[in-house]
């Protein structure tokens, strides 16, 4: 069975507008569907020992996501506080960090993870110098640089990244072309920029391919729309379908979970 391993950023966003809240995390997210999928997860990171953190943990393990390297610290589980804005979008209020603000990986973690097939991290889960070590077994990485690239990070990070992610929006192609030859020319097997309802270009170093968003029936909630259309583009890559069949199922998977209000 092929596997894959979230390890990183975890936390709880929290609509206080809305009275509603629910565990997430880019890795969260992604796994969450992946795992429905038939694909053996596990979560790595860190919860506090609150309520929140009980919930991470028990949604997790409802999921049939492997939890037995999820740290569990005394304090509050980090939480984002939201806002649902009337266009179905989002605004970023405030992060709590809690026990996520001093997080390391064990040893044990890491020679956890070196197991996996595909390992999945973000920018903010501070692990991202461990990457290398991560990969000393020949474990295939995944990098979510969500809208936050720059040369630097990019410089640091792709030689030892195997399949990015970036977000550059509506309106953006060219600028995401520009992105993708760059970031290819640092490393990796396959560079992929999101384009929201644009849908999203894929470079692998001698074609681009364009696909397309796949229209929702409704939109509830747009969050979690990237990481499940990771998700899906990994199921592809997992079942060596061909790119374009990647990308096409990853924007069905995302059609699906902008017209929910929970991001899997």
Do not use: W
């Amino acid at each position: 069975m092929t596997s894959i391993a979230a390890i990183g950023f975890c936390c709880i966003d929290s609509y206080r507008n809305l009275g509603l809240s629910y565990p997430t995390g880019n890795g969260i997210d992604s796994i969450a569907h992946l795992s429905r999928r038939g694909v053996r997860c596990a979560a790595v990171s860190v919860v506090g020992t609150d309520e929140n953190g009980k919930r991470m943990l028990s949604r997790l393990k409802e999921m049939g996501i492997d939890v037995s390297h999820m740290q569990i610290r005394p304090g509050e589980t980090s939480v984002f506080e939201m806002e649902l804005l009337p266009n179905n979008d989002r605004v970023h209020l405030k992060n709590i960090q809690g026990v996520m603000e001093n997080y390391a990986p064990t040893e044990e973690d890491i020679q956890f993870v070196q197991g996996f097939d595909y390992i999945h991290t973000d920018l903010f889960g501070k692990v991202l110098e461990l990457i290398p070590r991560l990969k000393e077994k020949g474990s295939k990485l995944i990098l979510d640089f969500s809208q936050f690239a720059n040369e630097e990070n990019m410089a640091k990070l792709l030689p030892d990244v195997d399949y990015a992610f970036f977000s550059v929006g509506e309106g953006n192609e060219q600028k995401a072309v520009e992105l993708l030859k760059q970031a290819k020319a640092l490393g990796g097997s396959i560079m992929t920029a999101t384009l929201g309802e644009d849908g999203c270009i894929c470079y692998d170093g001698e074609t681009f391919y364009r696909g397309h968003s796949v229209r929702a029936e409704k939109v509830v909630n747009t969050v979690g729309a990237g990481d499940s259309f990771i998700a899906g583009f990994m199921e592809g890559i997992m079942k060596k379908m061909d790119i374009p069949a990647c990308i096409r199922n990853g924007a069905e998977l995302a059609s699906t979970v902008v017209a929910q209000f929970e991001p899997y």
